[in-house]
């Protein structure tokens, strides 16, 4: 069955709707995750993130990339921060997308730790974008 949702609000309705029937997996939080944050609505983002702890269903690096991306394009770097720690304290390994933070630190001119960010991602081999250099 495909879904198509028009609105987060539809996809938080059904979310309460099949709650206890299909919200006990990691994809489909993270794809309300993701819409939500891409709809700037973090909060109700990070909601569903506490839902997930709440529930014992372990959140990935997706689920974390995009709440870090939303919380630094909201301004909120550290929020941000705290989700990467949050990330690294239950053994989810950064990938790529530490870029967020990345920009986040620059765009506050916190340059020392958008470069100890950047050294980090090369020391896990990862590549960054050519935005990141």
Not at 23 to 39: A, E, P, V, W
Request: with cysteine; glycine share 4%; charged share 25%.
């Amino acid at each position: 069955m495909v879904l198509q949702i028009q609105h987060p609000d539809d996809a938080l309705n059904l979310l309460m709707k099949w709650r206890t029937k299909v919200l006990d997996r990691c994809f489909t939080y993270n794809s309300l995750i993701s819409c939500l944050c891409n709809y700037g609505r973090w909060e109700d983002a990070a909601g569903l993130l506490s839902d997930m702890i709440e529930k014992k269903i372990n959140p990935d690096v997706v689920t974390f990339n995009a709440l870090i991306d939303a919380f630094v394009k909201e301004g909120k770097l550290l929020e941000a921060e705290k989700l990467y720690e949050e990330m690294i304290k239950r053994s989810i390994a950064p990938d790529i997308y530490l870029h967020s933070l990345i920009n986040g630190f620059c765009m506050q001119s916190r340059l020392d730790e958008a470069k100890q960010m950047f050294d980090l991602m090369v020391s896990k081999g990862l590549s960054p974008r050519r935005c990141d250099i």
